[in-house]
């Protein structure tokens, strides 16, 4: 298994390498770094938006918290905010790419500098993006546990052959060549999600009632619809009111949402939508596939060894399979962390060199110098990842997926409700806009690490909680400062 990895590995740094060089050039500027200089066929575009918003998270790390959780995992992660998820994208992707294509906007946060006709707005969005960087290093950690147990090496070669490579490449070649490195991505994801999925069939040979007995057996908690004694699946506030909130948000990042500007003509959204909707649902339930690790691995040990979180589906995919499926099944896990990874270095690469840099230091440079200065940010972004990634694997709470998490869901909660008004409100107000992110931001991280409400009180805490209260706060204030400034504005009328 160790060789046939390596020999796939060189295979496919090649064929990304190729798609690098004929990107690099096509890529005269930052524009056709951030967009693509090509024409995408929509449904190549809705394979990259389902293998962009699957990440590592997807196929690695909530398959993890599952196995040792149980069901109610399962109804948090597998139903309640894929539901909500891709009933927001549907609804906010067309009026969000209209928008988008008037203005040009290159990322989310020019977007709401030109919808709002505020500096400031687009600056503050820029800022705290970079909560982003924690979305990184979850991905880059998945990625190295997977690897290091397929080719048993020390796990410090395969991350810094991981961040580095894919860093490297993305530096060159942008959106040119993500659409289509994502594409095959998805393909092969598609089929390591069958695979996944179907290989716990022999634990269904008495019914669903004997896989549920299976699971009662190792422990009656993880058939249960809530799990008290876990951190993060414990009531139904918990893993379905928050999640369906968290869901409904979670379309706000910039690897999401900005992906229909790609596309070239409206027509086009259409099956960019119905492509990316059907593979990210048959993607978002992989995660029950952490079930059949923890039938596999009922003690979460191996060799008197305990396994843990975001080790459960690199060990159990390599002591399932037959070596030569495990090898594509590990490459399949690999796609789901590399498709999101690069989504995620293009747009917040991006958004560091056009809404920060450029309007700072870069107001003279030509396109060329622009792009060369992006090429630096990844570099940094690359040195940032890999040292966290490396203290997250070597002293995690419970799993990085908490440090992503935290972050990640600040950030969507901060652009929620800009998002909706500047789709949606018939007047763009930015005091409502950047007053709802302040607030979103303020109560996020308030709630979690001043440990407001009963939910923070262990030495775990569940990010979804604090996000879905910053979500709900950060409407009432938005829409009460919308409401009292266009009072203000009849009262002068």
């Not at 393909?187 to 669903?208: D, H, K, R």
């Not at 909130?245 to 027509?267: D, F, M, N, R, Y």
Request: glycine share 6%; with cysteine.
């Amino acid at each position: 298994m160790v060789i046939a990895t390596s020999i796939l590995l060189v295979l496919w740094a090649g064929v990304v390498l190729y798609f690098t060089v004929i990107s690099r050039q096509s890529t005269g500027s930052i524009r056709d770094y951030a967009l693509g200089s090509m024409i995408f066929s929509p449904v190549f575009v809705g394979l990259s938006l389902a293998a962009g918003m699957t990440s590592a998270a997807t196929f690695i790390i909530n398959p993890g918290l599952i196995g040792y959780y149980g069901i109610s995992g399962v109804i948090s992660y597998a139903i309640s905010l894929p539901l909500a998820a891709l009933v927001s994208l549907v609804i906010l992707t067309r009026k969000f790419r209209q928008a988008g294509s008037s203005t040009r906007a290159l990322t989310l946060a020019q977007w709401m500098g030109h919808m709002y006709q505020s500096r400031a707005i687009s600056t503050f969005f820029a800022v705290i993006s970079l909560l982003l960087i924690t979305f990184l290093v979850l991905i880059t950690v998945g990625l190295t546990q997977v690897l290091t147990s397929a080719l048993k090496v020390d796990y410090r070669f395969v991350l810094i052959g991981i961040t580095f490579f894919v860093f490297g490449y993305m530096a060159f070649g942008g959106a040119n060549t993500m659409v289509y490195s994502n594409a095959i991505q998805a393909v092969l994801m598609l089929i390591v999600a069958i695979t996944l999925l179907g290989s716990g069939w022999s634990y269904f040979s008495e019914g669903l009632s004997g896989f549920f007995a299976r699971l009662r057996s190792i422990d009656p908690r993880l058939v249960q619809p809530t799990n008290p004694d876990s951190p993060l699946f414990r009531d139904y506030f918990e893993i379905v009111v928050a999640q369906i909130i968290v869901g409904v948000a979670i379309i706000c990042q910039p690897h999401i949402i900005t992906k229909s500007l790609l596309l070239k003509s409206e027509a086009h959204v259409k099956s960019y939508l119905i492509s990316g909707v059907v593979v990210q649902t048959l993607f978002f339930l992989v995660v029950i596939a952490g079930l059949y690790a923890r039938i596999e691995f009922p003690d979460l040990t191996l060799n008197g060894q305990p396994i843990k979180p975001d080790s459960l589906m690199s060990t159990f995919v390599t002591h399932h399979f037959q070596p030569i499926v495990a090898v594509l099944v590990v490459f399949g896990l690999l796609a789901a962390g590399i498709s999101t990874i690069e989504s995620l270095i293009q747009s917040l690469s991006t958004t560091i060199t056009v809404d920060l840099l450029q309007p700072l230091l870069l107001r003279k440079a030509d396109q060329h110098q622009v792009v060369r200065v992006n090429r630096v940010v990844i570099l940094l972004l690359a040195v940032v990842t890999f040292f966290i990634s490396r203290q997250q694997i070597e002293h995690p709470n419970l799993s990085v997926a908490m440090l992503a998490q935290n972050g990640v869901y600040a950030f969507f909660a901060a652009a929620f409700f800009p998002v909706l008004m500047g789709i949606f409100g018939k007047q763009k107000v930015p005091t409502a806009a950047l007053a709802a992110a302040l607030t979103a931001i303020v109560v996020h991280f308030s709630v979690y690490y001043l440990r407001l409400t009963p939910y923070m009180q262990g030495t775990v805490r569940n990010p979804a909680i604090p996000a879905a209260l910053a979500i709900i706060s950060a409407l009432l204030v938005g829409l009460g400062v919308y409401k009292a400034m266009k009072r203000k504005t009849i009262s002068k009328d």
